[in-house]
């Protein structure tokens, strides 16, 4: 069992930053693929970025490709989306999971999900 917890949600102008958090607890944090999703109102839950196990290889949804950036401190047992020159678009509730497996951008092979945090970016 995994417990994943986000922070660092908030209310940010549009081209701001922000850097999300996710401490996991439990099992070893370092078998685990992270991964990000967003649900905005109205839409689906999409895919945002995903990290290795090792940290070594990451994947991003083309709409953030080149504005976000996913890492992970194995020490701090903890993911990072760093979230840089921010669009209204962007706008969603954010959640942290971890896949007992291969990093993979479809949410079904996600075991372990946190309960969000939200993201707000104003005109």
């Known amino acids: 069992q995994v417990q994943l917890e986000e922070s660092g949600g908030g209310l940010v102008q549009a081209g701001g930053s922000l850097r999300l958090s996710c401490a996991a607890s439990g099992r070893t944090f370092s078998r685990y693929a992270m991964g990000w999703f967003r649900h905005a109102s109205g839409k689906e839950r999409e895919f945002v970025a995903a990290i290795s196990r090792s940290g070594g290889s990451t994947y991003y949804a083309g709409s953030v490709q080149g504005r976000l950036t996913i890492s992970r401190d194995t020490a701090k047992n903890t993911v990072y989306l760093q979230m840089n020159s921010l669009k209204p678009e962007d706008t969603a509730v954010y959640y942290c999971?971890?896949?007992?497996?291969?990093?993979?951008?479809?949410?079904?092979?996600?075991?372990?999900w946190g309960q969000g945090t939200q993201v707000t970016v104003s005109e």
């Open positions: 999971a971890a896949a007992d497996g291969s990093v993979s951008p479809r949410a079904h092979e996600y075991d372990y």
